[in-house]
T-cell receptor, first 115, second 112 residues
Framework: DTGVSQDPRHKITKRGQNVTFRCDPISEHNRLYWYRQTLGQGPEFLTY????????KSRLLSDRFSAERPKGSFSTLEIQRTEQGDSAMYLC?????????????FGEGSRLTVL | QKEVEQDPGPLSVPEGAIVSLNCTYSNSAFQYFMWYRQYSRKGPELLMY????GNKEDGRFTAQVDKSSKYISLFIRDSQPSDSATYLC????????????FGAGTTVTVRA
């Protein structure tokens, strides 16, 4: 499978714990995005990488959230001291940043449940 | 007020019916308009992409954009049970923009 891969698919944690999600983008894509989707809502932009550089962060990304993309390959999204409001689907997407559609290729998401 | 408004439905139609979906938006600077389809427990996938006002057809799908009214639509003709999914409108300011603004999504069920 050469699509965007996310791990784990589902994480259940207790409030206050730290969690980390991993995203492996499509290999030739230099852009990587993290979005968050809560139940009944559309995805909301969190952050964006061009290769290894994090170029944009949404104000939704509080200081408890940190994202990295070492070497411009896979990316991790860490949430520290989780809160119940962090419960959501965390979607990773990648793209080439070129082409006539600007299509983002999404992974299947990592669902976080904070108890 | 959200930047992009979309009626969440749900919408239930018999097989073969025409499905009509729409979104309104408030930011007149949006230039690029997309429809993503999201099956249950899956990530969204691009279905249609349009730029500027007008119609675009792709098989059973037609996307319409009316920039003057800040209104976009998606029509699905001869709907099939496999079309049952959540349809998300999305829009951006620039081509290949890193930030898409999504609607809440409309859940569609096509009954066999």
């Amino acid at each position: 499978d050469t699509g965007v891969s996310q791990d784990p698919r589902h994480k259940i944690t207790k409030r206050g714990q730290n969690v980390t999600f991993r995203c492996d983008p499509i290999s030739e894509h230099n852009r990587l995005y993290w979005y968050r989707q809560t139940l009944g809502q559309g995805p909301e932009f969190l952050t964006y990488f061009q290769n290894e550089a994090q170029l944009e962060k949404s104000r939704l990304l509080s200081d408890r959230f940190s994202a990295e993309r070492p070497k411009g390959s896979f990316s991790t999204l860490e949430i520290q001291r989780t809160e119940q409001g962090d419960s959501a689907m965390y979607l990773c997407a990648s793209s080439t940043g070129q082409g006539h559609t600007g299509e983002l290729f999404f992974g299947e998401g990592s669902r976080l449940t904070v108890l | 007020q959200k930047e992009v408004e979309q009626d969440p439905g749900p919408l239930s139609v018999p097989e073969g019916a025409i499905v009509s979906l729409n979104c309104t938006y408030s930011n007149s600077a949006f230039q690029y308009f997309m429809w993503y389809r999201q099956y249950s427990r899956k990530g969204p996938e691009l279905l249609m992409y349009t730029y500027s006002s007008g119609n675009k057809e792709d098989g059973r799908f037609t996307a319409q954009v009316d920039k003057s009214s800040k209104y976009i639509s998606l029509f699905i003709r001869d709907s099939q049970p496999s079309d049952s999914a959540t349809y998300l409108c999305a829009m951006s300011l620039r081509l290949n923009d890193y930030k898409l603004s999504f609607g809440a999504g409309t859940t569609v069920t096509v009954r066999a």
